[in-house]
């Protein structure tokens, strides 16, 4: 047996009103690394009642956020660019596996999203 026989592929459920949730259906689609053709994971998909749970806990999310004082609403957001910042090179890598770019690419990518947290933060 090599390893790539004994190579466990992840499973990437949904993440709806602040927990991982299986999908309504037993469907998953392979996520390709485009460089090796390989399966490098597999994403659940979701029905309409999961597209609507997940509108759902958006639409009752949102009172609250527009209610939240601007000073916290920034911090939240500056915490996000704080993780952002320390795993920019393991998200970096994501995009490598599963799109193809080259890693300095892919930083690049990941700076500029970090860039649009940053003007979000005001």
Known sequence: MNIAENRQIAEIHHYVGGTVRRAGTDRFADVFNPATGEVAARVAMGSADDVAAAVAAAKAAAPAWAEMPPLRRARILFKFKELLDRHHDDLAALITREHG??????????????????????
Do not use: P
């Open 101 to 122: 770019k080259v890693f300095s690419d892919a930083k690049g990518e990941v700076t500029r999203g970090i860039e649009v947290v940053e003007f979000a933060c005001g």
